[in-house]
């Protein structure tokens, strides 16, 4: 098996795309810090005497304004006490913020390389004509198409590493080396959360490996299903980028329709739960991993049954 592994590595990485992607990913991260750092503001030492006189001036403003306004800016004067009262910078912008905040959006480039790599993986060798001697080597079916989906695991391991590892020492060069625990606070759809800025990305990151696989093997089931690689790269494109999109329909159709909630797009998007613990009322971390297993069983029962079967005649 580890024979067949490496054999399916040098596949991949036989290929300039497999090197292209990374290189993408790394220059990526660069042009994002560049536009971090140029749009986000310098650091403010004196941020908290700043954010005293704001208030001195909003409650100044609070006692003759209009009656439609004082909600507005009581709000943002409890919003802006909650940073002196919880001494977390606004201001701050460090590595750490920079993962947090902009690394982790990157990550779906990631998972783009990762479906295109994933969907091409078998259905490139229907299209290059190479299926017949692949298979005719003295391994079982299985044990093949097995190589070939944990050399994509691998694939897909190691662009996240490239991700992670680009992030920080661009973030480093860029904004220097700050607090792995210094606070923050995140929005989420219940308000703000106060939260470990390091901690932070990495439980992000944490939840974005189990919703990476899912949608590799997505990928990867459907370059076991279609000889032409361009139908399975495409498709596998569209479930990624519309996967969002119809996770938020279902989940307003959720409030209506139990059984809308057990449909897998509102669950591949799990970093949701590094900012709040449920989506809906009755919809939390352990519900989605458990409908995500499930079908993530489906996907590697249809992927191997249908492969064992398939007729390879080209």
């Known amino acids: 098996m580890i024979g067949l592994i490496q054999n399916e590595l040098m596949k991949i990485f036989g290929k300039k795309a497999s090197w292209i992607y990374m290189i993408?990913?790394?220059?990526?991260?660069?042009?994002?810090?560049?536009?971090?750092?140029?749009?986000?503001?310098?650091?403010?030492?004196?941020?908290?005497?700043?954010?005293?006189?704001?208030?001195k001036m909003l409650e100044n403003q609070l006692a003759s304004a209009p009656e439609e306004e004082k909600v507005f800016i009581e709000d943002q004067i409890e919003y802006n006490q909650e940073y002196l009262d919880k001494n977390i910078d606004p201001t701050a912008k460090t590595n750490w913020h920079f993962m947090n905040d902009v690394v982790i959006g990157v990550s779906s480039l990631v998972t783009l390389f990762v479906v295109v790599v994933g969907s091409a993986n078998v259905a490139a060798e229907f299209s290059d004509g190479t299926i017949k001697q692949l298979l005719i080597r003295p391994h079982r079916r299985w044990s093949i198409l097995l190589s070939k989906y944990i050399a994509v695991i691998i694939y897909a391991l190691l662009m996240v590493l490239t991700l992670v590892v680009?992030?920080?020492?661009?973030?480093?060069?860029?904004?220097?080396?700050?607090?792995?625990?210094?606070?923050?606070?995140?929005?989420?759809?219940?308000?703000?959360?106060?939260?470990?800025?390091?901690?932070?990305?990495?439980?992000?990151?944490?939840?974005?490996?189990?919703?990476?696989?899912?949608?590799?093997?997505?990928?990867?089931?459907?370059?076991?299903?279609?000889?032409?690689?361009?139908?399975?790269?495409?498709?596998?494109?569209?479930?990624?980028?519309?996967?969002?999109?119809?996770?938020?329909?279902?989940?307003?159709?959720?409030?209506?329709?139990?059984?809308?909630?057990?449909?897998?797009?509102?669950?591949?998007?799990?970093?949701?739960?590094?900012?709040?613990?449920?989506?809906?009322?009755?919809?939390?971390?352990?519900?989605?991993?458990?409908?995500?297993?499930?079908?993530?069983?489906?996907?590697?029962?249809?992927?191997?049954?249908?492969?064992?079967?398939?007729?390879?005649?080209?």
Request: hydrophobic fraction near 55%; charged fraction near 15%; aromatic fraction near 16%.
């Open 166 to 314: 680009s992030g920080y020492v661009i973030g480093l060069l860029m904004f220097g080396n700050g607090d792995f625990h210094m606070k923050i606070f995140e929005i989420t759809l219940e308000g703000r959360k106060e939260a470990v800025v390091g901690t932070q990305f990495f439980l992000k990151m944490l939840y974005y490996i189990p919703s990476l696989l899912v949608v590799m093997t997505i990928a990867f089931m459907l370059s076991t299903l279609f000889k032409s690689q361009a139908l399975a790269v495409g498709i596998g494109i569209f479930v990624l980028f519309f996967s969002s999109t119809l996770g938020g329909i279902i989940l307003m159709l959720a409030d209506k329709y139990t059984w809308a909630k057990f449909l897998i797009f509102p669950h591949l998007d799990l970093t949701v739960y590094a900012l709040q613990d449920k989506i809906l009322e009755d919809i939390t971390m352990p519900l989605s991993l458990a409908i995500l297993a499930v079908y993530y069983a489906i996907f590697m029962v249809v992927t191997f049954f249908f492969f064992q079967k398939r007729d390879i005649s080209i």
């Open 24 to 55: 993408f990913i790394v220059f990526a991260v660069l042009v994002a810090g560049i536009i971090y750092l140029k749009f986000s503001g310098e650091p403010n030492p004196n941020w908290r005497h700043d954010t005293e006189a704001e208030i």
